[in-house]
């Protein structure tokens, strides 16, 4: 199984940014598909999941401004961010929850004016 994650770049405070992650090999093997950040000198944390009956969970950070959603059919994971802050800057990456997979590169999320 390989993660495919982009859809990052840079937005401005406020912005919005779609992100996609693609899994080879199928998601529906996995009980749980997360998406998770890590922002520079920082740890990696949990940002959403998304259970593979569609019953979703969100960070604290980002309830009201993130939406998880998957597609079968696609093999793929996506998130929805509204309202971007400063704070959200960080590479963000996808994978089972709990971590199962090769991490892969990730996708930068810049949010700055």
């Excluded at 998406?35 to 949990?46: D, I, L, N």
Aim: with cysteine; glycine share 10%; charged share 15%.
């Amino acid at each position: 199984v390989q993660l495919q994650a982009s859809g990052g770049g840079l937005v401005q405070p406020g912005g919005s940014l779609r992100l996609s992650c693609a899994v080879s090999g199928g998601i529906l093997r996995f009980s749980v598909m997360a998406w998770y950040r890590q922002a520079s000198g920082k740890q990696r944390e949990v940002v959403a999941f998304i259970s593979k009956f569609g019953t979703t969970t969100y960070a604290d950070a980002v309830k009201g401004r993130f939406t998880i959603s998957s597609d079968n059919a696609e093999n793929s994971v996506y998130l929805q961010m509204d309202s971007l802050k400063p704070e959200d800057t960080a590479v963000y990456y996808c994978n089972s929850l709990p971590a199962e997979i090769d991490w892969g590169q990730g996708t930068q999320v810049t949010v700055s004016s």
